[in-house]
């Protein structure tokens, strides 16, 4: 069975070929599939373009392809369409397994990002692709920027309240794309996917502090203050505004559940948020 990995060259891309060939699967039988190929030229499987813009380049990539990962795009607001596109051409090249890394509770959150996952889900349910959805949580990673402020202002400053956040490393998401790439039995699951323990904005303050090796106190902001303070740190109205959008949705407790899904695919406990921070540090 061959196995095209959109998005290849990504954070996230990249973790899931090393986690196909760390299970076993055979370099010639994963193709990466990336925008620009010379930023794929290390990563040991064949590599083809792939441009969500350009349905020939889709089609192409599709020969003699089995299944697909489609790793959700990163043009916020573009998404639905591009997502699209590989859907129509999935369905064209008669691919037999279609796996889609989606939101948590994407068809009925609330979560400024789900509107383009719950059209995606659609898509993919209306084309009939015998479809994989990952409802991926928050990766540990996207709170780098946090750990270096932390460890340099001794605050950890956000409007998410006391909202709980279920995240694991990105590695640990990866493992299980790979998992439900390689195995049977997968088809026609939804698997709401996030770490083992869902922690607070305080204990993410205290992680940072473990990491950091100083003091880090959580500092609650209303959503004006926290707008004023994006805007102030350089961020254009719309950007700090979905930024506000986002942590109102964890306040909410869009993030906040978990049932051990994650580790059960993967086959070990998900990684811990000190050593998730740790490594990225």
């Known amino acids: 069975m061959t196995t095209l990995i959109t998005g290849a060259t990504g954070n996230l891309g990249r973790l899931v070929i090393q986690s196909l060939l760390e299970r076993g699967a055979e370099p010639g039988s994963i193709v990466a599939g990336a925008r620009d ?24 990539a599709l020969v003699d392809v089995d299944s697909v990962l489609l790793i959700s795009g990163s043009e916020v607001g573009q998404r639905a369409a591009q997502h699209q596109a590989v859907i129509d051409a999935a369905k064209a090249a008669g691919v037999t397994k279609f796996v889609y890394t989606s939101a948590p509770k994407a068809t009925t959150s609330d979560l400024v990002l789900a509107p383009e996952h719950k059209a995606t889900e659609e898509a993919i349910a209306a084309a009939g692709l015998p479809a994989v959805i990952l409802r991926n949580n928050w990766y540990t990673e996207n709170y780098a920027a946090d750990v270096a402020r932390g460890a340099e202002t001794g ?3 956000a409007g998410a309240g006391d909202g709980r956040v279920a995240s694991a490393s990105r590695k640990d ?32 303050a205290a992680a940072i502090g473990e990491v950091s090796g100083r003091d880090v106190d959580y500092r609650r902001l209303t959503a004006d203050e926290q707008l004023a303070a994006l805007q102030s740190a350089g961020l254009d109205e719309g950007t700090a505004g979905f930024v506000v959008a986002l942590d ?24 811990p948020l000190v050593e998730g921070l740790r490594a990225i540090a």
């Open 37 to 60: 190929l010379s930023k794929a030229s290390d990563l040991g499987v064949r590599s083809v373009r792939v441009d969500y813009t350009d349905p020939a380049s889709l089609a192409a």
């Open 155 to 157: 605050v950890l400053a």
């Open 173 to 204: 998401f990866a493992e299980a794309a790979a998992v439900v790439l390689l195995e049977d039995g997968h088809i026609g699951q939804v698997y709401e996917l996030g770490g083992d323990v869902a922690w607070t904005y305080d204990d993410l």
């Open 248 to 271: 109102a949705g964890i306040a909410a407790g869009a993030l906040a559940d978990t049932d051990g899904t994650l580790a059960r695919l993967i086959g070990r406990p998900t990684t």
